[in-house]
Nanobody, 118 residues
Framework: QVQLVESGGGLVQAGGSLRLSCAAS?????????LNWYRQAPGKQREVVAT???????NYADSVKGRFTISRDNAKNTVYLQMNSLKPEDTAVYYC???????????WGQGTHVTVSS
């Protein structure tokens, strides 16, 4: 059973940076068709922030374009979210998500808190 384990959250001042990591406990992240970062702010719905496909193609929510970068290290079985120029509205719990098309499996990490102070 694959588990996704996130790390890297914390408290940062506006304008600062954080890098989130999501490591897969088993198998290869190349087995996943899509890897996503979602976030959920208090009182709001969970929203997708960034996506990377198996081919390496990336997509971003308009609210983070130019500030966040999703990447992966296949050798480390890890996907990253580099967050720069952070704003208080980026405060949320960030979740890693993986989709595997071969069997329809999807998994979520436990979430990591990001708090941006003004």
């Amino acid at each position: 059973q694959v588990q996704l384990v996130e790390s890297g959250g914390g408290l940062v001042q506006a304008g600062g940076s954080l890098r989130l990591s999501c490591a897969a406990s088993a198998g290869s992240i190349l087995s996943f068709n899509v890897l996503n970062w979602y976030r959920q702010a208090p009182g709001k719905q969970r929203e997708v922030v960034a996506t990377i496909g198996r081919s390496g193609i990336t997509n971003y929510a308009d609210s983070v374009k130019g500030r966040f970068t999703i990447s992966r290290d296949n050798a480390k079985n890890t996907v990253y979210l580099q967050m720069n120029s952070l704003k208080p509205e980026d405060t949320a719990v960030y979740y890693c998500n993986a989709l595997r098309g071969a069997d329809g499996w999807t998994g979520w990490g436990q979430g990591t808190h990001v708090t941006v102070s003004s």
